[in-house]
Nanobody, 126 residues
Framework: VQLQASGGGVVQAGGSLRLSCARS????????VGWFRQAPGKEREFVAA????????YYADSVKGRFTVSRDNDKNAVSLQMNTLKPEDTALYYCAANFRPSTQTVSTRVDGYNYWGQGTLVTVSS
């Protein structure tokens, strides 16, 4: 499973960015996909995830109401729309995926995913 994360950049506080996690060599719809982030000096943390069915999104409390995770079937990708960005959202963002028997559940743990894309850097200036 190969994942390619893209869409990071520099944005002012209050702005928006859209990240994309594209899969090559297979259908993204066969995977549960998670987004994680890691700020300098901090541990990698869960941000959001989408179940294999594409109908069950999960969010960390810190991003609930501001971030939306969804599947883009045309691009064979899972997107993370990030609105009302804050300086504390600054981090390297990673997408991860795993095959799960259930179509409705996801993992919020780093060790719950076997496949990882490279990070894409998001910088939010105040």
């Amino acid at each position: 499973v190969q994942l390619q994360a893209s869409g990071g950049g520099v944005v002012q506080a209050g702005g928006s960015l859209r990240l994309s996690c594209a899969r090559s060599g297979g259908a993204i719809s066969s995977l549960a996909v998670g987004w994680f982030r890691q700020a300098p000096g901090k541990e990698r943390e869960f941000v959001a995830a989408l179940s294999r069915s594409g109908t069950r999104p999960y969010y960390a409390d810190s991003v609930k109401g501001r971030f939306t995770v969804s599947r883009d079937n045309d691009k064979n990708a899972v997107s993370l729309q990030m609105n009302t960005l804050k300086p504390e959202d600054t981090a390297l963002y990673y997408c991860a995926a795993n095959f799960r028997p259930s179509t409705q559940t996801v993992s919020t743990r780093v060790d719950g995913y076997n496949y990882w894309g490279q990070g894409t850097l998001v910088t939010v200036s105040s």
